[in-house]
């Protein structure tokens, strides 16, 4: 089973990270009420993947307990510039699973900061942060990829998550960077957001092997729409302020745990996620993958409704469920995958891939769909499919934080608390706003790629 490195940074990566530990322990059984959906070496397998197993452990792990006395340690990494969501990771419930020199905090935070994040602490916490993942790559014996978990809006999980990802890129170039980063909702508290979007999108431009992004705006409008299908009138709870994240993050949770699940469990259809960079991302600096799924189930826990064959194929890709907010679909497609888990039919999958590939626009060289088959359930589903898109729709988000961008800095608004940072001046700005200009106009000339069609050879006599 391919191992992955979880790294969170800021607020928003850990607050996601302490929804995506009890998950994943649900989904290897470890919970409760959880239900082992797999054979119980198929569970113990899988487990190594987020977990670092010592060699001395008993072969059979059957509860928390288990997993405590056994040495059992999350294969992660957690990052904040203040104390007080990090702590939950050594004081919470799950704490003898997270060794405390991977649990990284200082004081007072970045101010909301991009430049501070990455300039300041980066260079400050750097070679300790470089240490802690050492460290945890050393007990790996399959390192596939680590998945970076922050926002970027803020200032330490959009700058030092960036510092991070560079280093990551220079000291493991081969070990894939695979980022699932928050875009604010727009009516948000950070007034400097739209240059921490900027500066940080720049850096997963050049150093992410794929990225998974994910728009609050997104999260919230799913998370209403399910409130009120359910009967649940409780909509205004998203409402910054009030613990607002733990349904958003579920989301974003579930994603990734589908996501790499096909690495996690055996199958003979799985698509592995090193597979994945290679069929969603045709050139260098257009890997951002749009994701959706179904079904969606609040808080990852009770019985999702019952949803098959290829009802289960149009709700994955129907605009509500998209975690960008776009409509990847409804653009030109330069890659798509389908991964279903659990019960679904590959007769089912392959159906509606044909229709896909009659109804949608694709790229000249295509259509190219992936498509997988991870025969172990989510936990609480029999059945869950996946979709993932490489769009030409996907310039609207470079385009949107473009314009995001320019309102602020056309009047220099708040800039000369970047510009006093050291390591930091005006072209990193301009900079930032040209790669998401260019990017804008390099997903959008998508739509425009024709067929090349080569002159026959001709026999001179
Ligand atoms: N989806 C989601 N968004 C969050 C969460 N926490 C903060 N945010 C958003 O992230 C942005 C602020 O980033 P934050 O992570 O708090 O800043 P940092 O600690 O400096 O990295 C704002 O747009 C918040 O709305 C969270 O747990 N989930
Ligand atoms: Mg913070």
New binding site residues.
Partial sequence: MSEFITLQV????N??GAAFWPLALREHGFQRQAQRRGTASEMQDALHSFFHVPEHAPGRLHSLADLTQAGVSARAVCV?MEDSVVARFSRGPLRHLFDSRCLITSYP??G?NWAEGFHQHGRRHGPRLAEAVRRAAERCDRLHGFVLL??L??????GLGSSLLARLADLYPHVDRLVTC?Y??GS???VT?PYNVALATRELLRHATCVFPVH?KA?VEMCEHLKTSSGCPETSRFV?GCKP?QD??SIIVNMLLHLTSGSRFPGSLNVDVSELATNMVPFPGLHFVASSFSPVNLGGGGKAAATSGPDLCVAAVSRRNQLTGTDPWGGVLLAAALAGRGSVSLADLRGYVDRLCKRRRFVPWGPVVKVGLCRVPAAGQTASLLALANSSSTAALFSDAASQFAKLYRRKAHAHHYLKVEGFDEEDFKDSEHSLLESASRYREMENVQKVTKPRLRVLA
């Fill in positions: 800021g607020q928003c990566g607050q996601i904040d935070g970045s909301n922050y926002s809006s803020g200032g330490t999980g959009s928050v604010p909702a948000e508290d950070v957001a609050n999260l910054a994240f958003m993050n």
